[in-house]
């Protein structure tokens, strides 16, 4: 059985850029949730999906960046325009059910904004 | 005062040691506990959650929660160099409208052969 789904799992852009970062959430699972976890710092919450939905993105920087779970397809983290303090890695979770706890990570994507 | 401390380590410990894991924290809504592991440039693995107060074992692991201190604690029995990770707590409200963990910023340990 397949865990979460990340990729790429190492990412470079140039400052200004956009940034795609992809998660398939383990089988049977449709509840999404992005987390930050910069050098030094612990995971913070982004924001939480579910498909076609975003039920919660209180932890979403208000500007340049977007979260969707479409119908069909992965999730989707976007950030347009990075600037350096982007650089962090970028972790997805899927649970089964809709609440918070038993959430499984995938490997997360290292994005690196030069 | 942030809402969830974890002393950062490092913490080094001979293998076959048991191993004391702490996280405080200031928000009484808190109802779920739950510790991860994480290799480094790995994502968190989920090894344990409790719900409200009280202990709970699985294998080698032990998770402890006590409300009243807010105080939550993971002990590794016969620690293992495989062990060598970093170890987050993490929390979660009960109830509907809560979907966001709230991390420690994780105790990174060392288990020397």
């Known amino acids: 059985n397949a865990g979460v789904m990340q ?3 190492h990412l470079v852009r140039r400052r200004g850029q956009e940034a795609r970062l992809r998660c398939s959430p383990m089988k049977g699972h449709s509840h999404v949730y992005w987390y930050r976890q910069l050098p030094e710092e612990g995971l913070k919450f982004m924001v939480y ?3 076609e ?3 919660d993105e209180s932890g979403m920087p208000k500007e340049r960046f977007s979260a969707e779970f479409p119908k069909e397809g992965p999730s989707i983290l976007r950030i347009q325009q990075v600037v350096r303090g982007d650089s962090a890695a970028y972790f997805c979770a899927s649970s089964q059910n809709r609440g ?3 959430q499984y990570f995938g490997p997360g994507t290292r994005l690196t904004v030069t | 005062q942030k809402e969830v401390e ?16 702490n996280c405080t924290y200031s928000n009484s809504a808190f109802q779920y506990f739950m510790w991860y592991r994480q290799y480094s440039r ?10 409200s107060s009280g202990n709970k074992e699985d294998g080698r692991f032990t998770a402890q929660v006590d409300k009243s201190s807010k105080y939550i604690s993971l002990f590794i029995r016969d620690s293992q160099p495989s062990d060598s990770a970093t170890y987050l707590c993490a929390m979660d409200y009960s109830g509907a409208g809560s979907y966001q963990l709230t991390f ?3 105790t990174k340990l060392s288990v020397i052969p």
């Open chain 2, 104 to 106: 420690g910023k994780g």
């Open chain 1, 49 to 51: 999906l579910q498909k």
């Open chain 1, 100 to 102: 918070g706890y038993e």
């Open chain 2, 42 to 51: 790995k994502g968190p693995e989920l090894l344990m959650y409790t719900y």
């Open chain 1, 53 to 55: 939905n975003i039920i």
């Open chain 1, 7 to 9: 990729n790429p799992r």
């Open chain 2, 6 to 21: 974890q002393d950062p380590g490092p913490l080094s410990v001979p293998e076959g040691a048991i191993v004391s894991l």
